[in-house]
Nanobody
């Protein structure tokens, strides 16, 4: 079992920055790829960025050059640094961790980009 807890969401003006953090606990030694997804009202959940156990990263086109995902294995934490935020980035952001064939989710953290 893996537990994921997100933090760092909030309200920010367009062009601003936020740093999301996802703390993992439980059977963390078995976690493979970790990722951030988001879901806006009335839309499907979509992949934002992911990072493999070895540190390989992958980003959705709509965040390339603005968001950075990183992984601190010592702290069992995955960070999503979000810069140059746009109103269309407004969504609930979810942390995801994959263990073998199982997928674990955090409870989500709200990000609102508005003036």
């Amino acid at each position: 079992q893996v537990q994921l807890v997100e933090s760092g969401g909030g309200l920010v003006q367009p062009g601003g920055a936020l740093r999301l953090s996802c703390a993992a606990s439980g059977s963390i030694y078995s976690i493979g790829t970790m990722a951030w997804y988001r879901q806006a009202p009335g839309k499907q959940r979509e992949l934002v960025a992911r990072i493999s156990r070895g540190g390989t990263t992958d980003y959705a086109d709509f965040v390339k050059g603005r968001f950075t995902i990183s992984r601190d294995k010592a702290k069992n934490t995955v960070i999503l640094q979000m810069n140059s935020l746009k109103p269309e980035d407004t969504a609930v952001y979810y942390c995801n961790g994959v263990v073998a064939l199982s997928s674990y989710w955090g409870q989500g953290t709200q990000v609102t980009v508005s003036s």
